[in-house]
């Protein structure tokens, strides 16, 4: 038996108008296999990469599917699937291939070990917002920065939806926030966000801001999202032996390493903590404690309803007008 699935696709590497809604078969869940009934689809910047044909690898055409970050209910599990039930809450766990497993659907085929339980008490719209933005932010800070009360954490494109979480992941630590942002007009809400204080690329130098804020020592973790030379620039904005992670690629060309030693650099990917059972587990029980102590709370900048409206949303996302998290309701 076979289910009729209204699917984003894209043919051809392109802007937000290669990508088309068309109808899709699934299939009953093979083993180990769970259909999810899609409620909201929370937008990622790799996933423009991998339509513009710049992600990390190219998107297999024609017929690529896009998109990491779902909420939905299970619908119904294949054999051997002991986790979920129909009925169930859950989460993508942005831990599959884009262009074999993309979520940006009504309804999708999952392996299980692609989903996890979507924190209780939590709106489909809101829970689409979290997983991949924050669980980056907590493990490239948390995990892999191991960011302590005190430190101060430089973070930069703060406005994105990692950026945002970022910030509240680093408060939540007991740490000091400083953000940057290209243009002055996000400034104050990322200071009411949580940021202990936010820099304006475009009017300020980044590297002397960070240092008067820091009394001259330096940020002692730093979280990019640029890339490219960028980051070997940033390298002076840090404190001796801090810890500097890289974790995007919005800046043309290769990642240049620092040349002020001693710092520890760290390449970041989600699949660190997504990609084993207990790497997910850690992850899902710091957001759910996050979002029910209100510690954690995901910026929407939009909601755009229906498959359809995908190329705006991608519009929006490329013009970098937005702060926090693009959502789509199918």
């Given at each position: 038996m076979?289910?009729t699935a209204?699917?984003?696709?894209f043919?051809?590497i392109?802007g ?9 078969e699934l299939?009953?869940?093979?083993p ?10 929370g ?7 991998l339509r513009?044909g ?5 998107p297999?055409l024609?017929g690529?599917?896009?998109g990491y970050?779902?909420a ?6 294949g054999?051997?699937v ?8 859950v989460l993508?766990?942005?831990?599959h291939?884009l ?6 659907a009504d309804l999708v085929?999952l392996p299980?070990?692609?989903?996890v339980?979507r924190p209780?008490g ?6 689409a917002?979290?997983?991949l ?10 995990e892999?920065?191991?960011?302590a009360?005190?430190?101060h ?6 406005s994105s939806g990692v950026g945002?979480a970022?910030?509240?992941v680093a ?6 926030p400083i953000a940057?942002?290209r ?6 809400a990322l200071?009411d966000?949580?940021?202990?204080h936010v820099i304006?690329s475009?009017?300020e130098d ?16 730093v979280l990019d999202a640029?890339?490219g030379?960028?980051?070997r620039?940033l390298?002076a904005?840090?404190a001796?032996?801090?810890t500097?992670?890289s974790y995007?690629?919005l800046?043309?060309?290769p990642?240049?390493?620092p040349r ?6 760290h390449?970041?990917a989600?699949f660190i903590?997504?990609g084993?059972?207990?790497?997910r587990?850690?992850?899902a029980?710091?957001l759910?404690a996050g979002?029910a102590d209100g510690t ?6 939009e ?6 409206r ?5 519009r929006?996302?490329?013009?970098n ?6 959502v789509?309701?199918?």
């Open positions: 076979t289910t209204r699917t984003v696709l043919h051809e392109g937000p108008e290669v990508l088309t809604v068309e109808e899709t299939p009953d869940p093979a180990g296999e769970v259909l999810v009934k899609v409620e909201a689809l937008l990622n910047r790799a996933e423009a990469m513009a710049t992600y990390f690898y190219q297999t024609p690529s599917r896009n970050e779902a939905g209910e299970v619908v119904a599990v054999a051997g002991t986790a979920f039930a129909p009925g169930d809450p993508a766990a942005a831990n291939h262009s074999t497993h993309g979520v940006y085929l299980e070990t692609s989903l339980p209780a939590v709106d489909a719209v809101t829970a917002a979290v997983w933005t924050y669980t980056t932010a907590y493990g490239a800070l948390i892999r920065a191991g960011t009360a005190g430190d954490v430089l973070i930069t494109g703060a945002t970022a910030i509240q408060r939540r630590a007991g740490a000091i940057t942002t243009t002055e007009a996000k400034r104050q200071l966000l949580g940021a202990e304006v475009e009017d980044v590297i002397k801001e960070t240092r008067r804020l820091t009394g001259g020592r330096g940020a002692e973790v640029i890339g030379s960028y980051f620039e390298g904005a840090a001796a032996d801090a500097m992670v995007g690629w800046a043309d060309g990642i240049e390493l002020n030693w001693p710092v520890t650099v390449g970041y989600n903590v997504t084993n059972a207990e790497g587990r850690r992850a029980h710091y759910a979002l954690l709370r995901p910026v929407i900048a909601v755009y309803d229906g498959l359809d995908m190329a705006d949303a991608h929006l996302m490329e013009s007008a937005h702060l926090g998290k693009i789509v309701r199918p």
